[in-house]
């Protein structure tokens, strides 16, 4: 029972920590602060984490955790650009409806250390493994030549910015319709795979 009692004392503090970071952003929010929001003391809290950066570092894994071993078996087995980014937009998409604070979350790391932000990401996303894979298909000729890393940038940018920029956009183009901007949300991975299967691929 203690292991038992031990486990959600820790995820219990995941969730509090996840909460003040989204709220004081890292260099605001302090150890202190978790433990009291997660009903546990000081001591407990040093007990799993030894440092704020590991504790942060956890809470940013863990929105992943879910994400990242399936991501790479399938990027493993994935026979074309298409059929991966079929995959990839319907898992990323869900992501981010599941942790909606991941995208400001990580706007604001980026601005306060990206260097450990980047080794984070490039633990959990091969992303020399995506570029070989779209570069092949674009000298097979079934994808338009570009810049891969522009290629790259620009889909993640479709898929983040709906929920980067919720706040505003859901006032201003769905006048406050929650409901509507959700179920704009939920469309979103179809809809991205749409407009790049009309722009990207040739003879498709």
């Not at 790391?109 to 092949?136: H, T």
């Amino acid at each position: 029972m203690a292991i038992k009692k031990e486990k959600v004392s820790k995820e219990l503090i995941l969730e509090a920590a996840r909460n003040v970071f989204i709220e004081k952003g890292f260099d605001g929010a302090r150890m202190q602060q978790i433990a009291d929001r997660a009903g546990a003391n000081k001591a407990l809290l040093h007990y799993y984490f030894s440092t704020k950066e590991s504790l942060f570092e956890d809470v940013f894994k863990e929105a992943f955790s879910t994400f990242a071993p399936h991501f790479h078996d399938e990027l493993l087995k994935v026979k074309s650009f298409k059929s991966f980014l079929v995959f990839f937009l319907d898992i990323y998409i869900k992501l981010l409806l599941n942790h909606p604070y991941l995208p400001l979350f990580i706007l604001s790391e980026l601005q306060r250390n990206p260097d450990k932000l980047a080794q984070i990401v490039k633990g959990i996303v091969d992303f020399e493994l995506i570029q070989q894979m779209i570069k092949k298909e674009m000298d097979d000729g079934n994808v338009v030549k570009m810049d891969v890393r522009e290629l790259i940038v620009n889909i993640l940018s479709l898929c983040i910015f709906p929920f980067a920029g919720r706040p505003m956009m859901q006032r201003v183009l769905w006048k406050n319709d929650e409901v509507g901007y959700v179920n704009f949300l939920n469309q979103r991975a179809e809809s991205i795979y749409k407009f790049l299967e009309s722009t990207l691929f040739i003879n498709n």
